[in-house]
Structure formats: C-alpha cells, structure tokens
C-alpha cells in the first residue's frame, strides 16, 4: 500500500505539491461516485480524501452538506464505505485520508472501524468532531490497526496548542484556512501564510491546507505558502450537485477543472 | 480547557477544532464572574426586577383533587417572557457583556429560549440572531413575531426536519465563522462543555427556591420533584436543589410523541443508546450504524434527539427515573390543569403534568409533588385548538 511519505517525497523531487480532492462517499450513488473518484485519479489527484455521510455535518457548509443527504438518500452507510474504498484501491493504489464524525467510529466501535478501514487500504483517519483533548479515543486504535492520525490546525489556533496538535498528528497536518466550515471562498483569510509558516517551524509532518480553496489561483498561493498538499472540497463537490442530471458532462467537468489545479501546483 | 466538562463518562467536548479556542475563552469567562460580587449582584437585580424571580410555589388543590395528592407548581411560567428560560438567557447574556461580545446568536425550538434571548439582546443592545427550523417557525409562529419585534433576526432553517437539532446544527456552524465577536448563547443544559455546566448554574435558581419554599409552605421537603426533559434546563435546575436530598424521587418526563415502540418519539433517556451529538456523549436516538433520528412531538422544546450529560449520569446512577408522556396525553393533562387551575401550561411543561395524572391511584394522597410548571402555554393555543377542539 504507497504512503503517504513516498508521495510527498516523490512530490517534493518534482517541486510540486499535493493535489487533493474531496468527496462524499456515495454522493450522489455508489457507482457516480466510484466513477468520479476514478476520474479525479486520472486527472492527476495524487491522494483523496474521502467523507462518509453523516446526519449532523457541523464542520460542513451547505455544498458538503446536501452531499451527504444525496449519498445517504442513495444507500451509503459505513459497511458500504468499506466496500467503495476497496473499489478505489482495485483501480488504483493512491493513499488515502477518510473523514468521519466520531458517532459512526463509536458505534462501530473504534478499534474495529480503524481494523477495518486499514483492511481496505485508509492510510489516515481525521475525526472533524474530535480534538486532540479527546484524541485518546482515537490514536491508540488507530495506531495500533496501522493508521495515521490527522488533526486540524485553525486560524484561531494559539501556539502552544499548536506544538501540541502537531505532536498528535502523523500523516499530514490539516490547516485550515479560514475561520468556518467547509465551503468555496472568494478569497483566503490573509492568515494561510503565516499559519502554514508557523506549522512548517514546528514539525516535520507535511502541512496540507483545505477549507474554501475553490481554484488554480488560490492553490497556487498556498503552495507558495510553502504547503505541502492542497485540498479541495466544496469547489469539486458542487460540480458534482451542479451536474446531477448529466454524469458525463459531471466527469469532464470535475477532470478539467483538476487537470488545471494540478497544473498550477 | 480547564475543566473536562464530564458528569461520569458523559459531556465532554466532542467539537470541531476551530470552537476550541471559543469554548475556552467561554469556560475562562465563566469561571472568571460567576462568582464575582459585581456580576452576581447585577444578575439577581435583574432577576428580580427584569425576570421576576423569585417566582412562587403554588398549591393546585382543584388539580390535586383530580389526581388524588397534592400537586405544588414551581411557576417559572410567570416570569418575564413566559418561561425558564429568561434565567439562562438572562446569565449568559449578562457574561457575553461582561465578555465585551457584540452579538447574541441563539438557537430555538419552541421559540421560549429565541425569546429570551431576544428580550435580552434587547435589553443590553446587542445585535441578535435566532436560529430556528422552519417547522418550528411554523408552529410557535407567536414567537417568532414577538423575537421580531424585539429587533432579532429569526433565521429560518430548512435543514433536516426544521427543528431544534437543526437549529443546533446552523448556529454551531455561523458560530464556527464568527467567532471573534459573536456569544453563542445556547438554550439547554447539554451541547459542549462549558454548557451543561453554565445552563445548570443559571437554572439552579428554581431548584434552590423551591426547596426553601418547601420548607416554609409545606414545613417539609416533597416526596417527588418533576420535571419535562428536552435538552434537560429546566429539569436540572429544579432537581439540583433536591438531588442531595435522597429521599426526594427524581422524575424526568420526555416526550414520548406518537408512542415510544410505535412511531416516532424524542424519548432519549428512555429509548436511545449513547453517542456523540453536538458535542458531548450522551444518550442519542440514532439508527444502528449512528446516523442520527427524526424525533416527533407535539411540543417543539422536547423536539429533540440528545439530552444533557447530567441526565445521563442521574439516569445511570438511578439518583433520578426517566420517563415519557405520549402526545395524547400531554394534550389531556392541559386541558386539565387549564380546566381546574385557569392555568395555560406550555405543552412541554404539560408532559410533567401528564405522567403525574398517569399516576392516579398509584400515590399515597398524602404524597406532595412538586412539579416544575418550566413555561406557560400561550404559544401553544393554536396547536391545542387544532388538536382539540372545543364543542360549539
Ligand atoms: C416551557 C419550556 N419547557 C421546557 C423546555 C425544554 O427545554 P429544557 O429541557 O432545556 O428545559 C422548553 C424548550 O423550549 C420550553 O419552552
């Protein structure tokens, strides 16, 4: 299974940076989605992150959250997320980071959930509803089944909690860049540079920055922030709900639009 | 953050890392003034003279008859706004000044707690905004106009079933986004800590008066104190003043909807499993995989999936019992305590009335039951007209 490591470091020989889309598993049905996640590999994505749909999304915006009621609406629960992950790593073997709110690990039960995921080819887990205060719950299971813990990094995030996140996190570190939850944004909190900076000071883990980055021109920016990976949620998703009717015209859309991204990183 | 906010393995703070920081400056704050002699002092001058606190134990006699013993109100339905929830809001509002906060944001299902914190944004001129579900707008709509014209944005949404949950969901998530200047003043005892803690110490006013009222009234402690349980306010406020007393049963009345095992319900405590819901572990009505359930009831303030963390730790420990009230019966004892008393209780506060009337014949008549009356029912004239309505 490739890690994380090789390609960021087989990146960094290259001078580029990670391009990393988004998706809800299932969104809008098993086999659209399967088939836009292939597509977003074939233009050049070099790890996914990947949600399971949740009822309650508090860290998401209104794009991700109509997502998950598409992919739930069509059937997608976490057994089913087993078997979309093993279908991507047939078709491909590209590291991958999955997205969850703590209810679904807990009801599974935590040690199996990572047991399982791990199975099916997860590098990294991310829980948006647990901090590291509470990441006892999560890193020893994790650890222990194989997987990297990411945690995320905010704007309003103070120093010495920082050294602490960074400490907890192996895989990569998730900086967010703006202040709110998940969603397209005109233009970056003028903060991104100074955050990944400080990051990039304080650990060795590769810096990563998602959260309102909906084009070439803001990936570009952060990159040249010095962040390691870019990743791009509610701008791909919103492709997705744009071109409900027409999965084509949805494949081609989401490939140009990535082939760009990845072009400029 | 200082404190672990856990009632046993219950609370926490299960929440996305960008609030941290606000939870902390909240929990900070509240640690910091709430026993702070200014700050105490200006809360019970305004409780009194803004609220109306304290607010009277009164012996239904008419209503007691009917049930076979005596049933003494807690009536937090007679302060200012027409509920317990001005205590909260009153308390926290008061913190987000001392705070220097700008702006209230707030969620609501019945609209009682919308109100509240409507009056109070009014009150100390800040910019306020409501965040209610559009089935909710549409039921408590005399709430909804009276929020308005207290100069608060009502802020519909369509999310979900367009309750209380929801509500929840968007003010976390417009929270998340402005955190520098906005209080997120949240109605109930449960969400993330420092809440549960800070709800339950601006409510514990009801359970304190009404022991001592006890006392002087009766010349002795009840045999029971009980209360609705939505997110669970009003509930531990009044139980805190008794929960020492081990000899005072304990009973939380949920909302049992259109029949727990029959249909849809909001009867956390008595039908859900524990799990993790805006932010703190508690019991939860969820599906087996832990997607989260519709709830039903014929009152918008119980409307809800989770419950505060102390509940659970009460109803685990069996200090307090936990039970539910269906619809049907909720709408019965209304008309009852509205027949016999001339009193108009809110439908949640009509669940505890309910399952004190399922308890004809079973209590020794000499049995006193305090009953938190947590709101009045105004609000609700038009749901019981069409639920039912009165002969010609
Ligand atoms: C009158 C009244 N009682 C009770 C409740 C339920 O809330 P809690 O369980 O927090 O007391 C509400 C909520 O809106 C209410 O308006």
């Known amino acids: ?14 001078n580029k940076t990670a391009l990393i889309p988004f998706f809800v598993i299932g969104d809008p049905d098993f086999d659209t989605s399967l088939a836009v996640v292939k597509a977003a590999i074939d233009a050049g994505a070099d790890i996914l992150e990947l949600g399971i749909p949740f009822s ?57 959930f990572f047991g399982d995921f791990h199975e099916a080819g997860v590098n990294s887990v991310l829980v ?9 719950e999560i890193t020893g299971p994790a650890r222990s089944a194989g997987l990297d813990t990411v945690f995320m990094v905010t704007p309003n995030t103070g120093p010495e909690r920082m050294k602490r996140i960074a400490a907890k996190t192996t895989g990569f570190v998730y900086t967010v860049s703006v202040l709110g939850v998940t969603g397209s944004r005109e233009r970056l909190s003028d903060t991104v540079e100074d955050l990944v900076g400080r990051l990039k000071s304080l650990t060795d883990v590769p810096v990563c920055v998602g959260f309102g980055i909906s084009g070439s021109e803001q990936a570009a920016t952060v990159t040249r922030a010095g962040a390691d990976g870019v990743i791009i949620g509610s701008r791909i998703v919103g492709l997705i709900e744009s071109n409900l009717g027409d999965g084509e015209g949805m494949l081609a859309q989401i490939s140009t639009f990535l082939a760009e991204v990845r072009a400029a990183i | 953050m200082k404190y672990k906010g856990r009632f046993g393995d219950y609370g926490g703070f299960y929440v996305p890392e960008v609030l941290i920081p606000v939870l902390e400056e909240l929990e900070e704050a509240f640690y910091r003034f709430y026993e702070d002699a200014q700050f105490v002092a200006e809360l019970a001058q305004l409780s009194r003279d803004y609220s109306g606190r304290p607010s009277p134990l009164y012996h239904a006699k ?55 914190t409507a009056m109070i944004g009014a009150l100390f001129g800040m910019e306020t905004k409501i965040f209610m579900g559009v089935t909710d707008i ?38 998340t986004a402005h955190v520098t200047d906005t209080f997120y003043l949240f109605g109930s005892a449960c969400g993330p800590h420092p ?3 800070i709800v339950k110490h601006f409510q514990s006013c009801i359970g304190k008066e009404a022991r001592q009222q006890c006392i002087e009234q009766i010349g002795r402690l009840p045999e029971m104190v009980v209360a609705c349980v939505g997110g669970g306010s009003n509930a531990i406020g009044i139980f805190s003043g008794f929960v020492e007393d081990k000899d005072v049963r304990l009973v939380g009345v949920e909302a049992g909807g259109v029949g727990v095992g029959r249909g849809l319900h909001a009867a956390t405590l008595v039908a859900g499993r524990v799990g993790i819901l805006h932010g703190a572990k508690a019991y939860l009505l969820q599906d087996e995989q832990g997607q989260v359930c519709e709830t039903e009831s014929v009152s918008a303030g119980l409307d809800y999936p989770s419950v505060g963390p102390e509940h659970c730790l009460l109803k685990d420990t069996g200090r307090a019992e936990y039970v539910a009230a269906e619809d049907d019966d909720v709408l019965d004892a209304f008309g009852l305590l509205t027949r016999t008393e001339g009193i108009l209780p809110a ?27 947590s709101g009045r029912g105004d609000k609700d004239v038009s749901i019981v007209e069409e639920r039912r309505p009165l002969a010609e």
């Open chain 1, 1 to 14: 299974m490739k890690a994380y490591k090789q390609v960021f470091s087989e990146l960094k020989e290259q």
């Open chain 2, 62 to 116: 008419r209503f007691s008859e009917h049930v076979g013993f005596e049933v003494y109100l807690k009536r937090e339905d007679l302060l200012h706004g027409g509920a317990h929830k001005v205590n909260n809001s009153l308390g926290q509002g008061l913190l987000a000044k001392y705070m220097h906060k700008t702006k209230l944001i707030a969620e609501t299902g019945a609209g009682q707690h919308g109100l509240a």
């Open chain 2, 138 to 175: 549409e039921r408590q709509s005399v709430n909804v106009h009276k929020m308005r014209l207290c100069g608060a944005q009502v802020v519909p949404i369509e999310g979900g079933t367009g309750t209380l949950k929801d509500a929840i969901n968007d003010a976390l998530r417009y929270w």
């Open chain 2, 347 to 373: 439908l949640e506060s009509s669940h505890a009335l309910a399952w004190l009337v399922s308890q004809k014949g079973k209590l020794d008549p000499g049995t006193v039951a305090v009953v938190n009356l």
């Open chain 1, 128 to 136: 948006a509803d647990l901090s590291i205060d509470d990441a006892g």
């Open chain 2, 195 to 197: 809440y549960p803690t």
């Open chain 1, 56 to 112: 309650d999304p508090i860290a998401d915006g209104p794009t991700i959250q109509k997502a998950d009621i598409r992919a739930m609406t069509s059937g997608m629960n976490v057994n089913k997320a087993l078997e979309f992950i093993r279908r991507v790593k047939d078709y491909r073997d590209i590291p991958i980071g999955l997205l969850m709110y703590y209810n679904l690990v807990y009801q599974y039960g935590a040690e199996k």
